[in-house]
């Protein structure tokens, strides 16, 4: 009997994606129950094309990558698992890996996704990867179609972190090169900027002023138990 799949990777194509990418991306989920969807960005507006995504996604798990690094299904699967039987988180974060033209190879730091230093992403700071639980984002996404944010995957995760618990992994699941980023990026004048986000998260009571504290030295909120 096969059961019904529990994850999808949705992937963000953007004009800069070559078909060859995206070959290559859907070759590491062959002959797994993975579901994989393809999604357009919006130039400009990275919020709308994630809300998007998590509209269109049946399974119970969902993860947001670009196509242009390599995946490991058995982990990302075993993500999965923990969140399965722990019905109290909202999403994982495990790591990601930059291997640089070199050779060098950077992991990112597990509390990478939440804390308030990390919004800004520079060319030396990794992406994080995050494996949310639909059911506990379609909780609480109606929120965002009022208000728009600028690095909007952030705040989504500050918000569940407030109201749910995480969990931070040591699994690398994710690994890209030099210059795969997503194109995408929040602009125009109706996105609040990341410096002035948080003030509107607490202005609206989506997260207290304890969630945001506790962030801002790296202190995970209502964890959970190692």
């Known amino acids: 009997m096969i059961n019904d799949p529990l994850l999808t990777v949705a992937y963000i194509r953007t004009k800069d994606t070559t078909q060859e990418q995206i070959n290559h991306f859907l070759s590491f989920f062959e002959d797994s129950q993975v579901v994989v969807t393809e999604h357009w960005a919006i130039p400009g507006d990275r919020q709308t094309t994630v809300m998007n995504i998590f509209t269109a ?28 039987s722990r019905e109290q988180l909202a999403f994982a974060v495990p790591r990601v890996c930059l291997i640089k033209s070199t050779g060098e190879q950077h992991v990112s730091r597990p509390s990478a996704s939440l804390s308030p230093a990390d919004i800004y992403i520079s060319a030396n700071r990794l992406a994080p990867i995050t494996i949310y639980r639909l059911s506990m984002v379609n909780e609480i996404i109606e929120q965002f179609y009022r208000k728009f944010f600028g690095h909007f995957e952030w705040v989504l995760r500050m918000v569940l972190a407030n109201k749910y618990r995480f969990k931070a992994l040591d699994e690398v699941v994710y690994y890209y090169g030099d210059g795969a980023r997503s194109s995408v990026i929040s602009e125009g004048e109706r996105f609040i900027k990341p410096g002035k986000s948080v003030e509107a998260l607490l202005k609206d009571g989506l997260i207290t002023l304890n969630a945001y504290q506790g962030l801002a030295i790296g202190i995970k909120i209502n964890p959970v138990e190692q």
């Open 57 to 84: 996604t049946k399974t119970p798990y969902v993860t947001i990558v670009d196509p242009n690094g390599w995946v490991d299904v058995e982990k990302m699967l075993d993500v999965v698992s923990i969140l399965q």
